[in-house]
């Protein structure tokens, strides 16, 4: 049971460019979330999705796009990267909504140049 | 929309003492949850409250949700140097998402 994995890692990206960032859960999990993390500013949600083929904007969606094909993964694509969304990236999955646990992925740290 | 605050940002403590962090919000809360992120690593849950005045134990950790359900406290007594991270509270402001405060960071002087 891996529980809740982040690809890549690290990623080192120019202005312009874009790139996707991949989470997956085994853990059958409905809900799924992505956060980013930056100093002083606690986790703010992106996107998130309450089921397969559902999504639903959070609090900071500009500039970010997500899809959820299949109920296990959830991926957070980045279409024209800009400095200011250098950050550390979380994604995380509950059950069934926001009065269950939130599990979070080990985290997927960006920097935009 | 709700915000949910935490003071202090940081906290600075001698091992061994102890110390309080409190989490207020501008609207009632369903529950609120509690996690704990230590230095490089990502959050992972601590405990949930759901009572009005409910409080829960964790060993040396106290939690306690408010009358009003609009605040929140983490006690932590005989602070150790495994308490060492960020502690971030998290309130529901409809059922799908939670809203997390800014942290708590604590460091421990030995």
């Known amino acids: 049971n891996a529980g809740v994995t982040q690809t890549p890692k690290f990623r080192v990206l120019k202005t312009g460019q874009s790139m996707t960032l991949l989470c997956a859960q085994d853990m059958n999990h409905e809900y799924m979330y992505w956060y980013r993390q930056d100093p002083g500013m606690g986790l703010r949600l992106i996107h998130y999705?309450?089921?397969?083929?559902?999504?639903a904007k959070g609090e900071v969606p500009d500039g970010y796009n997500v899809s959820r094909l299949k109920k296990q993964n959830f991926l957070l694509g980045l279409e024209s990267a800009a400095p200011s969304q250098t950050s550390v990236y979380f994604c995380a999955s509950s059950y069934a909504g926001a009065h269950e646990t939130q599990y979070f992925g080990p985290g997927t740290r960006l920097l935009v140049l | 929309g709700q915000q949910v605050m935490q003071i202090p940002q940081y906290q600075h403590v001698q091992e061994g003492e102890d110390f309080t962090t409190y989490c207020n919000s501008s609207?009632?809360?369903?529950?609120i949850q509690w996690y704990k992120q230590r230095p490089g690593g990502h959050p992972v849950f601590l405990i949930q409250?759901?009572?009005?005045?409910e409080v829960k134990k964790q060993k040396r950790l106290t939690f306690q949700f408010g009358e009003a359900k609009k605040n929140s406290s983490l006690h932590i007594t005989a602070t150790q140097t495994t308490d060492v991270g960020t502690y971030f509270c998290a309130g529901t402001p409809n059922d799908y998402k939670l809203s997390f405060g800014a942290g708590t960071t604590v460091t421990v002087r030995a």
């Open positions: 609207t009632t809360l369903s529950n």
């Open positions: 999705s309450v089921g397969e083929g559902t999504t």
């Open positions: 409250l759901v009572k009005s005045g």
